[in-house]
C-alpha cells in the first residue's frame, strides 16, 4: 500500500460510493450483488478496488455499516443493514474473504487484540486505514506495490507476523498473504532465489522474519519465539523448530541460514550466513558480514618470485597452464567453453612425490597471472561434530564465489595435500566418519561441475585419490624429481656461491627434490648465522647426509 501517491483518479470516488448506497438501498443486496455490472459506478469501483464488481458491492456495503455504526462493524451488522439473514450473507464469505487478502478492510485491532475467536466473520472489522484516507483523498489504491525494496518487504511480512501473533489472523491467513505479498514483488532477487531453489512459503516466511531482524535489530532471530508467533498449531510448531534444530530445513542446506548455539532450546537462535546476507542485503551485505581474518588468502603481490626447474616437455605443460590462466585469455576461453556448453571452470591436478614444486608451482602461476589465492586449510575443513564437516566444504567454495564475482580478476582456490579430502570414497557401512567423508567429497565433486573459476589441488598420494575426481581435472600435471642436470641448476640457483663442479657432485651423489635442496640451504644459511662463514664443501655433505631419516642406519639393542 503506497501512502504516496498523487496522482488524482479519474472520477469522485466519494460521488461513486454515495450513488452505488443509493442504488443498493432502492433494489436491495441481493437484486445488486446479481445485476452488479449493470451499474457504472460499481463497475468504476471495481477497477478502483481491483476486484470485481460482486465484491466491490460487499466492500461499499461494510463501509456504509461502519459509517452506520461509528467505527468497526461485523458481518451480522451488515447483514442487518442490508435487511438479510446472517446465513444468507454468509454465502458471500468467499468475496468477504477476498477484501481481507488484498487488504481492503482488516480486522479491527482495538477489540480483537486480546480475543481469541477463530473465525473471522465473528470478529469486528474495518475498512482499512491507508484505504479510507486514499478514498477520502481521492487518489489511487495502490495495493499491489512492485516498489517495495527487501527492507520494506520483509518489514510488511513482520506485521504479518504480528497480527498472527495477536490472532488477528490465522497461520493460514498470514501465509496466504505473504504469498499475496510475493505476488507483487516478484523483481525482487531475494523472492526469486527462493522461489527457484523451491523453499516453500512458511520456510520463506521464516527467513524473511531473520531478516527483518537482522535490520531493526541487527542480530538473529529467537528461534521459539519466531516459530510460536508464526504457528497457532503447537504440534507443528514444535515439529518445525525440530526440523530446524537439526538443520533438516532446504534453508540450511542451500546455507542461507545457520543455527547460532544456545545451551538450551529456549535460548537458540537462528541467523544468517554469509551468504544469507548477501542474498538479502545485496550491495549493503558488507555491513553486515564479519570480517574474516585472511590468514589464508595470500595476495600475488605477496608471493616472491622463483626460478622454476624442470626438464623442457614438462616446462611446455606448465608454461600451457599459465597462459590458459593469463586473464584475457581465460575470459575468452569460458566464452567459447560456454558456447560450446562445456563447464567454464578450470581445475587442475598437480601430483608427485613430496618436494617437487607442486604448490611452489600454483603460487608463480598466481604470481605470473595476478591471481589471488584461496588456500584451503584441510584441517580447518573436518570438524568432530556431525554435519559441521560439511558445512564447512560448502562455505570453502561459497566464500570463493563471492570473492571471485567481487573481484576482476577470479582468484585460484588451492587445495593443499588434497588427498585428505580427495580420497577414495569409503564403505557407508563402515560408520559416522566414512558417511561424513562420502558427503564432503560429494559436496566437491558438485561443485567442482559447476565451478566458475581456477581449482588447483596438489598431492603427493595419488593412489589414494578417488577415481569420480579424474575427469573434473582438466589438467593433470605429475611432478617428478628433477634429473642431475636440474638438481645442478637448482643448487647454483639456490647457493650462486659454490662452484659448478661442487654443485655437479652434490646433484649426482644426492637425488633430492628442490624442497630438500632448500633444507640443505636454509642449514647453510644457519651455519653462516652462528660461525660467521659458509659452510665447507664437507660441512655440506654432512648436511646433505643427515637430511633423509630413511637413509640413517640405527642401530637397535636388545636386551636390559
Not at 81 to 90: D, L, N
Not at 165 to 190: D, G
Not at 317 to 338: P, W
Not at 516 to 538: A, M, Q, Y
Amino acid at each position: 500500500m503506497s501512502k504516496n501517491a498523487t496522482k488524482k483518479v479519474g472520477f469522485n470516488v466519494l460521488n461513486a460510493i454515495a450513488e452505488a448506497i443509493k442504488n443498493l438501498e432502492e433494489i436491495g443486496f441481493k437484486i445488486m450483488m446479481e445485476d452488479a455490472h449493470n451499474f457504472p459506478e460499481i463497475v468504476r469501483m471495481a477497477s478502483y478496488l481491483g476486484v470485481n464488481e460482486r465484491q466491490a458491492v460487499m466492500f461499499i456495503t461494510i463501509y456504509n455499516t461502519q459509517n452506520k455504526y461509528f467505527g468497526s462493524t461485523n458481518v451480522k451488522q451488515v447483514a442487518t443493514q442490508v435487511e438479510v439473514t446472517f446465513v444468507e450473507i454468509m454465502q458471500y464469505k468467499a468475496d468477504i474473504k477476498l477484501l481481507f487478502d488484498e487488504k481492503l478492510i482488516q480486522l479491527d485491532t482495538e477489540f480483537t487484540r486480546r480475543r481469541r475467536t477463530p473465525a473471522i466473520f465473528q470478529q469486528d472489522i474495518t475498512v482499512n486505514e491507508d484505504v479510507l484516507a486514499c478514498i477520502i483523498e481521492n487518489k489511487p489504491i495502490l495495493l499491489a506495490n512492485a516498489e517495495l525494496d527487501a527492507y520494506q518487504f520483509v518489514y510488511e511480512v513482520s506485521d504479518l507476523i504480528d497480527k498472527r501473533t495477536n490472532n488477528m489472523i490465522s497461520t493460514n491467513q498470514l501465509f496466504r498473504s505473504v504469498e499475496k505479498l510475493e505476488e507483487a514483488n516478484l523483481e525482487l532477487p531475494i523472492l526469486q532465489e527462493l522461489i527457484k531453489i523451491k523453499v516453500e512459503v512458511d520456510d520463506r516466511t521464516f527467513f524473511y522474519q531473520i531478516c527483518n531482524e537482522m535490520v531493526i535489530n541487527n542480530q538473529p532471530a529467537h528461534l521459539e519465539k519466531t516459530h510460536m508467533d508464526m504457528y497457532d498449531n503447537t504440534r507443528i510448531r514444535f515439529m518445525k523448530s525440530r526440523l530446524a534444530l537439526d538443520k533438516a530445513l532446504s534453508l540450511f542446506r542451500h546455507n542461507y541460514i545457520q543455527l547460532m548455539q544456545g545451551t538450551f532450546y529456549s535460548d537458540m537462535r537462528v541467523g544468517l550466513t554469509d551468504s544469507g546476507c548477501e542474498l538479502f542485503f545485496g550491495e549493503d551485505a558488507e555491513l553486515f558480514i564479519k570480517k574474516k581474518k585472511k590468514k589464508n588468502r595470500i595476495s600475488p603481490d605477496n608471493i616472491q618470485a622463483k626460478e622454476l626447474f624442470f626438464e623442457s616437455a614438462f616446462a611446455s605443460q606448465v608454461d600451457f597452464i599459465k597462459a590458459s590462466l593469463a586473464n584475457e585469455k581465460f575470459v575468452s576461453l569460458q566464452e567459447r567453453l560456454k558456447e560450446k556448453a562445456f563447464p567454464t571452470g578450470v581445475s587442475c591436478l598437480f601430483y608427485g612425490d613430496p618436494g617437487t614444486g607442486k604448490t611452489e608451482t600454483a603460487m608463480q602461476i598466481a604470481r605470473a597471472t595476478g591471481r589471488e589465492v584461496f588456500h584451503v586449510d584441510i584441517s580447518e575443513s573436518k570438524s568432530a561434530w556431525f554435519g559441521e564437516s560439511e558445512k564447512r566444504i560448502k562455505e570453502i567454495f561459497e566464500n570463493y564465489r563471492r570473492a571471485s564475482e567481487k573481484s576482476e580478476v577470479k582468484p585460484i582456490l588451492l587445495f593443499n595435500e588434497a588427498d585428505a579430502i580427495f580420497s577414495k570414497r569409503k564403505d557407508v557401512g563402515a560408520g559416522n566418519c566414512a558417511q561424513t567423508e562420502n558427503a564432503m567429497q560429494n559436496i566437491i565433486l558438485e561443485e567442482m561441475e559447476k565451478l566458475d573459476g581456477i581449482l588447483i589441488a596438489t598431492t603427493n598420494l595419488t593412489n589414494n585419490f578417488d577415481s569420480a575426481f579424474d575427469r573434473r581435472f582438466l589438467f593433470k600435471l605429475r611432478f617428478t624429481k628433477p634429473t642431475p642436470t636440474e638438481r645442478q641448476k637448482i643448487w647454483l640457483e639456490k647457493m650462486p656461491w659454490i662452484e659448478e663442479k661442487v654443485a655437479a657432485e652434490l646433484a649426482e651423489k644426492f637425488d633430492f627434490s628442490g624442497g630438500e635442496i632448500d633444507n640443505i640451504v636454509r642449514k647453510s644459511i644457519t651455519e653462516e648465522v652462528l660461525s660467521g662463514e659458509k659452510p665447507s664443501f664437507e660441512k655440506l655433505i654432512s648436511f646433505c647426509e643427515s637430511e633423509r631419516v630413511s637413509n640413517k642406519r640405527q642401530v637397535c639393542k636388545l636386551g636390559f
